[in-house]
């Protein structure tokens, strides 16, 4: 039973996980297993023990989501949609799981949404999700995690989320999670694309012989 009589209020903020999927076997390339693997675990007790709002924002690598993070996800989503109601904040955006691809891609079969309170669910980029979801996010804090960021802020999906967020929400601090996973968590030496890229590579090399 979630306690949420001994949550502080002013203490409630609002989690964006972006692209989940890419936290599995792209991680796994880019950063290698044991990173990857202490990534995933920081962000699923992330996921379990969060106060607030929770809005994921999934892609195509969402289909690598092994059974115990997906498992994390839909028990946040539980919890974010308790507290929502006890504190009477309950509003569309207070417990989703959208579809926001940066590749354009859509929805595989057995993805499952979460949430449906009159507000979309498919996205054609995560850009997109973030903006029709700002006038919906009530909390004074959002912090956004996932994959992929980078310190330099000039790419990296959850880095795109955050900015939307700040220019949607300017009386709102937005940060990027110490729990994302950064580009910089490979080797200093390594000179591997960063897979990200490599995706919306393939992408447009797809959507060149036809397909969506």
Known sequence: MLETDR???????????VHPGSLFRSADYNVGHCVAEERRDIIRNQLLTHLGQLIVMDGFLSDEIDEEF??????????ACQIARYYELLNPASTLRVWGCDGGEHPFDEWESFG?????????????????????????????????ATEHGRWGCVNSVAEVLRD??????????????FEEHRSR????TPLFNLE?????????????
């Open 7 to 17: 949550i502080n209020k002013i203490q409630l903020k609002t989690l964006v996980l």
């Open 70 to 79: 997906n498992d994390a996800i839909f028990t946040g989503l539980s919890n």
């Open 116 to 148: 449906n309170n009159g507000v979309p669910l498919v996205f054609e980029r995560q850009e997109a999700a973030a903006e029709a979801l700002s006038p919906y996010i009530k909390t004074d804090e959002i912090e956004v995690t996932g994959a992929w």
């Open 168 to 181: 949607s929400l300017p009386g709102t601090k937005v940060r990027i999670s110490e729990t994302a996973l």
């Open 189 to 192: 030496t390594d000179t591997i």
């Open 200 to 212: 919306q590579s393939n992408n447009k090399v797809r959507g060149s012989h036809g397909h969506s």
